[in-house]
């Protein structure tokens, strides 16, 4: 079971910036994908940004120019860097781990780290 610790949330203002960090407990090499989702409150939770294990990065429209996911495999950690903040990324932030085992698919996620942005 791969466990995964999200953390560097807070409280910002508008315009600023934060970094999240997700830490693994099993090397993120072996992993599929890993990425950012976040929830706001009455929202289903969305993608932020995703990583493949070659490195290949994507985000969503809504974070595009200002976020920007990163992996560094010697620390299994996984970072989103998150500039230009704004009101309405105010969320939970969720890590999360996409690998195969025998059973099929497996998703594993962070407790999710709290992102609130003032105006």
């Known amino acids: 079971q791969v466990q995964l610790v999200d953390s560097g949330g807070g409280l910002v203002q508008a315009g600023g910036s934060l970094r999240l960090s997700c830490s693994a407990s099993g090397r993120i090499s072996t992993f599929n994908s890993m990425g950012w989702y976040r929830q706001a409150p009455g929202k289903q939770r969305e993608l932020v940004a995703t990583?493949?294990?070659?490195?290949?990065?994507d985000d969503a429209d809504a974070v595009k120019d200002r976020f920007t996911i990163s992996r560094d495999g010697a620390k299994n950690t996984v970072y989103l860097q998150m500039n230009s903040l704004k009101p309405e990324d105010t969320a939970v932030y969720y890590c999360n781990a996409v690998y195969f085992t025998f059973g099929g698919r497996r998703d594993s996620w962070g407790p999710g780290t709290q992102v609130t942005v003032s105006s």
């Open positions: 990583i493949t294990r070659g490195s290949s990065a």
